[in-house]
């Protein structure tokens, strides 16, 4: 009998036991295309604000967008997250847990099928710097902390 349910992050993360590669090309892909939603803590909020030189209340109304009980920074018409500019984001070091976890994120590592098919959208998978289990389950963590 199975202790725990089969499909536990412990038992997903086997296959990745030995590490995987990756290093951001900054190919910005990551910022634009189909709807969808970067969310923000209120921190993250605070400290985007203080980078940017405005209140948080201008932060917010400027970038932010509530859904539901939580907040997406906003998107232009044309998919771009409404902090990437001509140079890539604007708020690089400042950005949200959820960009900082990206590609590490739980879905693309369900397995190596998964993980796999990020490629498609994201040329740092694969290559570059090889990321311990250890690492990628506390990068995991940090993007699951919004
Ligand atoms: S899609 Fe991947 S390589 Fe491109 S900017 Fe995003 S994380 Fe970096
Ligand atoms: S906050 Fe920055 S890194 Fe995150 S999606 Fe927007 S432009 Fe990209």
């Known amino acids: 009998?199975?202790?725990?349910?089969i499909g536990s992050r412990a038992?997903?993360?086997v296959w990745y036991a030995a590490g995987l590669r990756f290093t951001c090309t900054r190919c910005r892909q990551c910022c634009t295309g189909a709807p969808g939603y970067v969310w923000v803590t209120q921190d993250?909020?605070?400290r985007m604000a203080a980078?940017?030189?405005l209140s948080v209340q201008e932060f917010a109304d400027s970038c932010c967008r509530r859904v539901w009980l939580r907040?997406?920074?906003?998107e232009r018409d044309n998919g771009d997250c409404i902090l990437l500019g001509e140079a890539g984001c604007?708020?690089?070091s400042m950005r949200p847990s959820q960009c900082r976890a990206f590609p590490f994120w739980e879905a693309n590592l369900r397995s190596r099928q998964a993980w796999e098919s990020v490629k498609a959208r994201c040329p740092g998978v694969g290559r570059g710097h090889l990321y311990t289990r250890q690492?990628?389950?506390q990068i995991l963590a940090l993007g699951q902390s919004t």
């Open 1 to 5: 009998m199975q202790n725990r349910p």
């Open 44 to 46: 993250e909020i605070a």
């Open 90 to 92: 604007r708020l690089y």
């Open 11 to 13: 038992e997903r993360a």
């Open 51 to 53: 980078a940017s030189g």
């Open 71 to 74: 907040v997406s920074l906003k």
């Open 135 to 137: 690492e990628i389950e």
